[in-house]
């Protein structure tokens, strides 16, 4: 069953050459699919409204920093929970750090968060990690 998935991002000039597509492991393919989850806000996919986390909807919230947490790690258990059926036993943690950034014109806030999944691969029984830092939220200081 390994290498039964297509790679990211999806290379269509080779599909409409005629030539295969590159596939990847399922470990590949999973930490691809939690990725994709993560970053997709929601209605953003045309086909289902729900697919994605409520980390864009919230991005410039003015919430306690243990609520903000909570929300988006409550969203992406739903969303793993629904969407990615390889997995099972998830645990998410979130992490939220904020940076000062310098330069000549302005200074900015930038937060970083931090997305933890531990789970089990469903069909073979391994654990699996998905660990990801993305930047969200430029604010600006004069």
Same mark, same amino acid.
């Given at each position: 069953?390994?290498? $039964?998935?297509?790679?990211?991002?999806?290379?269509?000039?080779? !599909?409409?050459? %005629? $030539?295969?597509?590159?596939?990847?492991?399922?470990?590949?393919? !999973?930490? $691809?699919?939690?990725?994709? +989850?993560?970053?997709?806000?929601?209605?953003?996919?045309?086909?289902?409204?729900?697919? %994605?986390?409520?980390?864009?909807?919230?991005? *410039?919230?003015? +919430?306690? $920093?243990?609520?903000?947490?909570?929300?988006? @790690?409550?969203? +992406?258990?739903?969303?793993?929970? #629904?969407?990615?059926?390889?997995? =099972?036993?998830?645990?998410?943690?979130?992490?939220?750090?904020? *940076?000062?950034?310098? #330069?000549? #014109?302005?200074?900015?806030? @930038?937060?970083?968060? %931090?997305?933890?999944?531990?789970? =089990?691969?469903? @069909? =073979?029984?391994?654990?699996?990690? *998905?660990?990801?830092?993305?930047?969200?939220?430029?604010?600006? !200081?004069?």
């Amino acid at each position: 069953m390994e290498d $039964q998935n297509y790679s990211l991002p999806l290379s269509l000039d080779r !599909i409409v050459a %005629g $030539q295969p597509h590159p596939k990847c492991p399922d470990r590949e393919a !999973i930490h $691809q699919h939690l990725y994709l +989850l993560m970053v997709t806000h929601f209605d953003e996919n045309r086909f289902d409204s729900r697919y %994605g986390c409520a980390l864009w909807d919230h991005d *410039f919230s003015v +919430l306690s $920093q243990i609520k903000w947490k909570d929300l988006i @790690r409550e969203s +992406l258990e739903e969303a793993v929970n #629904t969407y990615e059926r390889r997995l =099972t036993n998830i645990k998410i943690r979130v992490e939220m750090e904020e *940076f000062e950034v310098l #330069t000549k #014109t302005n200074n900015y806030v @930038r937060k970083r968060v %931090g997305i933890e999944i531990k789970a =089990t691969i469903r @069909r =073979t029984n391994e654990p699996f990690i *998905f660990f990801e830092r993305i930047f969200i939220s430029p604010l600006s !200081i004069e």
